[in-house]
């Protein structure tokens, strides 16, 4: 189902990874990188393997439904979710969508992008869509924690002091990066956790992996432009004709709603227009694999021209 260039990677690939980095396509596609596979190690869990290839542990245990998250059978053969459709938003900037929980670092004058998991607001604490720029930049930050957040950790008999310096004990971990949104409260930092990439688990900001703040804390400018956006279904139309549909669990907001997972008003047009079965698109709606799938080949666009 997937296109030749993925298929090429189907042997196992021996891997050290570090941050996902694609060129910009040029030749219409909006697609990068490529499926690639992990055999299941004694003693490894799907957390190791995540952060092993730098892809949120959600994401991974979407790929690979059914598999037991914390003890993979030895031998084992998971799906790692590194073919991206790219959203459809101006290529600059930070952009965070929600529903993947993957933030992306645009840099079209280099004609890159580079691609980051991410932990977002839990269940009550939703981080929101926006469309703000980066107001401050600060390394080795202290937190002062809100009332709400001392009051949670009161609950749990813990007493946070009103400010907590820099250091191993501090959520934000060694760098933050201020949002100028509302009153700046949202940021984007790092964390002193070994857990929580890729889930919903923080009190709103967006929270990254020590080693990939690290590396684009380096990189930003106060000022930047940062949008984040929810959308769980992404389409792309390939220069092949290929039609390609990739789709992710929608997220619960504090008032229960959620994003729609109708079929998109583009693909229900191509549908309609080349008779094709709408069949596999409802099927991978469905799976909320978040992994690309054709539903569309090129040769069912031509037959019907």
């Not at 040029?26 to 995540?50: F, L, R």
């Not at 380096?218 to 039609?243: A, F, H, N």
């Not at 008779?275 to 690309?292: E, F, H, M, R, T």
Request: charged share 20%; with cysteine; proline share 7%.
């Amino acid at each position: 189902m997937f296109r030749k260039a993925t298929l090429l990677v189907g042997l196992l690939l021996s891997h050290t990874l570090s941050a996902a980095t694609f060129s910009l396509p040029t030749d219409g596609s909006n697609m990068v990188g490529t499926i690639q596979y992990h055999s299941v190690e004694q003693g490894e869990t799907m957390a190791n393997i995540a952060k092993e290839y730098d892809v949120g542990f959600l994401s991974l245990m979407a790929a690979n439904k059914g598999v037991d998250p914390f003890l993979p059978q030895d031998g084992y053969v998971l799906t790692i979710p590194s073919q991206i459709i790219l959203p459809h938003v101006d290529y600059r900037g930070i952009v965070i969508n929600l529903a993947e929980l993957r933030l992306y670092y645009f840099e079209p004058d280099k004609g890159v992008v580079h691609i980051f998991p991410v932990g977002i607001g839990r269940i009550g604490q939703d981080t929101p869509e926006m469309t703000t720029k980066i107001s401050q930049l600060r390394k080795n930050p202290t937190w002062t924690p809100p009332n709400s957040i001392r009051r949670d950790y009161l609950a749990k008999g813990i007493e946070l002091p009103r400010v907590v310096p820099a250091g191993p004990e501090n959520p934000l971990g060694d760098y933050a990066m201020r949002l100028a949104y509302g009153t700046g409260s949202y940021l984007i930092h790092g964390t002193n956790k070994d857990f929580g990439i890729g889930l919903r688990v923080s009190s709103g900001c967006i929270r990254m992996e020590p080693t990939d703040i690290d590396w684009l804390f380096q990189q930003v400018d106060v000022g930047l432009q940062v949008r984040i956006i929810d959308e769980p279904i992404k389409v792309t139309l390939e220069p092949d004709r290929s039609v390609f549909i990739e789709a992710h669990e929608p997220l619960t907001r504090t008032d229960g709603s959620k994003k729609s997972m109708d079929i998109p008003k583009e693909l229900a047009w191509w549908i309609d227009e080349y008779q094709v079965s709408d069949q596999l698109i409802k099927a991978v709606l469905l799976a909320q694999n978040g992994v690309p799938v054709e539903v569309i080949s090129a040769s069912a666009m031509t037959q019907q021209e």
